[in-house]
């Protein structure tokens, strides 16, 4: 009866909407790394806990302020709040009775209540006992009254910072990475203090005539010489004993530069994951942007005009040389291979990109990128670039949308340059958007004043524009001639006057920059007034 | 269109591609480079090609600059060889026209005062276009057919010639788009010197013997209208 009545429950909470809203806010207050509920709360905690430890202190000397022990009670209070909510946050009972339920259903056998409740119960003892939680309970429990002897303990709660501060928090994970060359550093300080401290004894006890009472004023000696503070409360008398201090000062200063190569080198280490780790924040911050694979002089070229037109971008490079350029250029860039799922995950493939560009000067980087992303993202936009024509059919089986040939649209370039000097000086300044001329698409919206309308009666000479042509797939225009097919649309070269334009055709301009905008600006605005 | 002779210097994919686009029936194309390898795989493909350090003033006469050369090409992937070759060749020969690519943007103005008459940069090129693929896809889409003439459309320059039926017209009046199915995209104008007038109705040009039109149309029509053009009076 007990039985299913928990299972019952069990249910109960997985199909109500109510506890997975609070619990998805309880894990956003409290672990979700990303969320910014949580850099909140852990602001309000560390000023809690330094007000509670400033309390302590300052009451040791002085009477006790009045309502002080309101507010000890209160941050007690919270902390246990606290403390039992990440207790109930660290697995889901509910889950594990639900799944060992069903197993015992799938497999016709007897459920059993004891099996998964161990499992429970082991899962919150885990908790109990992790590093944190520990903390955590050293913080609450010296207020409880029968163990007001230990308030002195209440300054552990500092040790909370370490769960709200990031930058503490990295401390002790460099610490602990260099846990092999701390440990054999601590090895060998143990048995050099040993040694010295026998000897030091040996040479200087007081029956020899020297200041060194016991072992434990041995002992001191050492580390106090051996550290080089050195503070001559007890110095060695004997030639022996100074034989012993010589040493120990020389192998206390080999072992100090030891001690700080290590943990520099471990910061340094870090200090690169650290900044990538930045950098991920912030594209999470992004949205609608770009992954650049490849920072070379195409991917350069290609920032410089998202810059221009303030399109959010991330790169991605593995090397070292155009990190570093992307950085000075202050981009947002990661240093790694865009081949491998996780960058490319990392770098927001599934979160807000909008197209992928492989801009690498290597057609096999270019294919691998394309493949990784297409397998990540189906949806996304991949524009890659190919130097060899024959890679052209692998970029396009793997899944680019668009490919770009460098090497093919400089070649006729150069080559119209031979035939038509004149007309490729035209092609030049159209594709470089020179003296401000360049073609440029516009909608017929719905409802404007341009739909229905025979291209004559629009005037695009004294709107000091070129009609190039019209992009459509509306039936009513297949007759025309002059058709070319683009994509799955037609595109209308040069129409003629009786030509009747439909709303979502898309006309194709030649001009300047203010009179295209100028004349996209009326036809928007005319397709707003209402009729 | 007269014959014209051609030297490629650097044999790569860049240059590879170049030779394709170029029309090899109607130029003579020589390539040079230094690598025997490269020059192996070019006289492969059928391929002129001579062997030779390019740094040597002499080895560039042997090839035919300042004598019958017209064209040259700097197609080498150093900008600094490019540049060199571009000093050497313009010393020697006054008219040639010198195409060079360029890697470094700063080299291009640097190639430019060396006597290179046109500068390409492929990757500025290549990055203005994928960033068009972003923005407006169907821009480069016409692009791809209109101006880089992938399809029937072509881009073409046509000079008007001297006593045509076109002379004392104003550009205006040629009404090319309902005529001829072309569309007139730019002119230069004579009168106005050597630069590129865009034709959006900024100015009427009034046509003379030497002017040049680019229209943008199926190479048919501009064949047609180019006979029409040429027809003496």
Redesign the interface.
Known sequence: MLTRLIIHFAYLLKTSSRYQITKKFAFNLLENPGSRLKRHFDLFMILLVMLSVFLLIYEINNPPIPYSEWFENIVVVVFIIEYISRGWLYSDSHKILIEHYERAQYLGIKFQLRKPLTTIFSSKLRYIFSPYAIIDLMAILPSYWPLRILRIFLVFRLFKLVRYSHSVKLFTEVLANKRFELFTLAMFIGFWLFISSTAIYMFENEPVGGQVRHLFDALYWSVVTMSTVGYGDITPQTPGGRIVALTLIIIGVGVLSFFTSIIVTAFTEKMEELRENRTFSEVENLDNF?IICGY???????A???DK?K?AYVIIDSSEENFLLARRNNCLAIKNDASKNEVLLNAGINKGAK?V?C?TGNDVTNVYVTLTSRHLNPEI?I?S?A???ENIKKLKQVGAD?I????????????????????????F????EE?N?L???ILVPENSDIENVKIKDIN??????????I?SNKKIHCKRN?R?K??NRQ?Y??P??EFLLQAKD?L?L???KY?IDYFKDQIERSSLVIK | ?RV?N?AVFGYN???????????LEQ?EVVIVDQGHENLITAADLGFTVIETDYRNDDNLEEVGIGRHID?L?CFFEEDSNNLFLTISARAMDKKL?I?S?V?DPESADKLLVAGAN?I????????????Q???????????D?????R???N???IEIPPDSPLENTNA?QLQL??RY??????I?DKELGKE?H?????QDHKLDAGD?L?V???SRQIRAFKKEVELQT
């Not at chain 1, 040939?405 to 080559?415: D, K, R, T, V």
């Open positions: 770009i070379g002089r195409v991917g350069q070229e290609v410089k005009h998202m037109d399109q197209a560009l801009t936009k524009i670039r130097n060899r024509q668009f770009v040939q460098p090497f093919e649209i400089s070649g006729l370039l150069a080559a119209e340059y031979v035939g038509q000097p004149v007309a490729s000086q035209a092609i300044g159209i594709i470089n003296k001329i073609m440029e698409t695009f000479e004294k709107r000091r524009l070129i009609l190039i042509g992009i002059n070319y683009v994509k595109f070269f040069n003629g006057e898309i194709v030649l001009g300047r009179s | 269109m014209k051609i994919p860049m240059s590879f591609e170049l030779i394709k686009c170029l029309d130029h064209v090409f026209e195409i690519i890697d046109k390409i940069d492929p990757y500025q090129i290549c990055g203005r276009k994928i960033y693929l972003i923005k407006n896809p169907d821009i480069a889409d016409v692009l057919h209109t101006i880089f003439g399809h029937d459309l881009t073409a320059e205006s788009n309902s199915n072309l569309i007139l995209i730019a230069v590129l865009f034709t959006i109705g900024e040049i680019i943008l149309g199926p």
